[in-house]
């Protein structure tokens, strides 16, 4: 699956009210008009899945004030939902990288931070819907702790 370069990610403050938490809220979603299947557990190394964990991350460091960028450093959990495209909701441990966010490295070359204090895991709530035909990607919830 490939879901090309340009995508969109909205505000997730924005879209928490509309969108919900719960999958029960999820009807609401803007310009859906098609009743969503359940989530279903789907494998944390899925490719889809880890595409989706990267756009949370994305997500994450775009609105963090650190010096240094984050990354998925372990996915916990997840399920995908089928809802004009699909919606995954991703349970992601993530860590401190050694790679600065004014240099706009690739995520793919930055290494962990060596240090245990340093490295400092937080654990996310993503979801994250991708509409592969449109090429477009939202994350609707970016919520880390
Ligand atoms: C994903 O993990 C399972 C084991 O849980 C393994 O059998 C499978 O080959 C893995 N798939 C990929 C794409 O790595
Ligand atoms: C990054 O954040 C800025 C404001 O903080 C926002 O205008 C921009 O759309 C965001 N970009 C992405 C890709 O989330
Ligand atoms: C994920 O992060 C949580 C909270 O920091 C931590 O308690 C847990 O051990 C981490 N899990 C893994 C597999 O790293
Ligand atoms: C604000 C900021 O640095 N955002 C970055 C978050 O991570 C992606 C992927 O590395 C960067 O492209 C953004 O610039």
Redo the contacts with the bound molecule.
């Keep these: 699956m490939s879901f090309g370069r340009s995508f969109t990610v909205l505000c997730p403050l924005f879209l928490l009210g509309v969108a919900g938490t719960s999958s029960g809220n999820f009807r609401q979603l803007p310009g859906s008009t098609v009743k969503p299947g359940s989530p279903v557990p789907i494998k944390t190394n899925d490719s889809g899945v880890q595409k989706a964990a990267r756009y949370g ?2 997500t994450y ?2 609105s963090s004030n650190d010096i240094f ?1 984050f990354k998925e450093s372990h996915i916990n959990k997840a399920t995908v939902q089928v809802v004009r495209g699909l919606k995954y909701n991703l349970d992601v441990n993530i860590s401190r990288t050694v790679c600065s ?1 004014r240099k ?4 793919d070359r930055c290494h962990f931070q060596k240090s245990k204090k340093l490295r400092q895991t937080f654990r996310c709530h993503f979801e994250v819907w991708l509409t592969p035909w449109l090429q477009r990607v939202e994350v609707l919830v970016s919520n880390c702790q």
Excluded at 104 to 107: A, E, G, K, R
């Design positions: 991350v994305y460091n775009n960028l966010k706009h490295p690739s995520l």
